[in-house]
T-cell receptor, first 114, second 109 residues
Framework: DAMVIQNPRYQVTQFGKPVTLSCSQTLNHNVMYWYQQKSSQAPKLLFHYYDKDFNNEADTPDNFQSRRPNTSFCFLDIRSPGLGDAAMYLC?????????????FGAGSRLTVL | GQNIDQPTEMTATEGAIVQINCTYQTSGFNGLFWYQQHAGEAPTFLSYNVLDGLEEKGRFSSFLSRSKGYSYLLLKELQMKDSASYLCAAMDSNYQLIWGAGTKLIIKP
C-alpha cells in the first residue's frame, strides 16, 4: 500500500544531543510537511516543501532544520534538543493540485528529551 | 488573526449520536477538514467541506456554513472505537491549514 513511513517511531535523546527524524513516502506527492504536536494541542507546522521549494514557518526555531534530498524522502534535524522540544513529530504529504489538498500523515515520531 | 475554536472534551454513550462543533476565522477560505486522531497515533482524514451543506459518509457527516464560519461533525451509532480526538482545520487563502487543538471524545458503554 502507498503510504508515509516515519522512523524512528520513538526516539529518546539527551538534552543537547542532535537528533534526525526521517520520513519516506510512496504516494508520489509533491508536497511534504513537518508538524510538531504536543499533548492536547493543535499540530504546529514547522516546514513544508512544495516540490523542491523549501518553506520555513516564521516562528520555527533555528534549532530545527530540514532536508528533502529527493521526492520520496524528507528529514527533520533537531540540532540541540531542549526539554521543550519533547513532542510528537508528524510528517505529512499531499498533492497540491488535488483541489482538496488532503494530508496523509505518517505514524509519527515521538521524541523524549532527558 | 486566524483562529479555530472547538470544545476541549465531550462525552457520549455507545450507540448514541454526538455533534462536535467548530468555528473558524481565517484570511480567506478554501475548505474545512475534519481529522480523527487516536491517542499516540497520527491524524487520519475524515471529511472535507468547501460548499455550504451536509456531506454524509456512513456513520459520519460533516456540515459547513461559510457565512457563519461554522462546521460540525456528526457521529451516529457511536462505537467504542470512536473514542479519539477530532481535529478541525480550515484552509486559508494561501492554502495553509489552520488547526484546532482537537476535541477529545470519550465514549462510555
Amino acid at each position: 500500500d502507498a503510504m508515509v513511513i516515519q522512523n524512528p517511531r520513538y526516539q529518546v535523546t539527551q538534552f543537547g544531543k542532535p537528533v534526525t527524524l526521517s520520513c519516506s513516502q510512496t504516494l508520489n506527492h509533491n508536497v511534504m510537511y513537518w508538524y510538531q504536536q504536543k499533548s492536547s494541542q493543535a499540530p504546529k507546522l514547522l516546514f513544508h516543501y512544495y516540490d523542491k521549494d523549501f518553506n520555513n514557518e516564521a516562528d520555527t526555531p533555528d534549532n530545527f532544520q530540514s532536508r528533502r534530498p529527493n521526492t520520496s524522502f524528507c528529514f527533520l534535524d533537531i540540532r540541540s534538543p531542549g526539554l521543550g522540544d519533547a513532542a510528537m513529530y508528524l510528517c505529512a504529504t499531499s498533492r497540491a493540485d488535488s483541489g482538496a489538498n488532503v494530508l496523509t500523515f505518517g505514524a509519527g515520531s515521538r521524541l523524549t528529551v532527558l | 488573526g486566524q483562529n479555530i475554536d472547538q470544545p476541549t472534551e465531550m462525552t457520549a454513550t455507545e450507540g448514541a449520536i454526538v455533534q462536535i462543533n467548530c468555528t473558524y476565522q481565517t484570511s480567506g477560505f478554501n475548505g474545512l477538514f475534519w481529522y480523527q486522531q487516536h491517542a499516540g497515533e497520527a491524524p487520519t482524514f475524515l471529511s472535507y467541506n468547501v460548499l455550504d451543506g451536509l456531506e454524509e459518509k456512513g456513520r459520519f457527516s460533516s456540515f459547513l456554513s461559510r457565512s457563519k464560519g461554522y462546521s460540525y461533525l456528526l457521529l451516529k451509532e457511536l462505537q467504542m472505537k470512536d473514542s479519539a480526538s477530532y481535529l478541525c482545520a480550515a484552509m486559508d487563502s494561501n492554502y495553509q491549514l489552520i488547526w484546532g487543538a482537537g476535541t477529545k471524545l470519550i465514549i462510555k458503554p
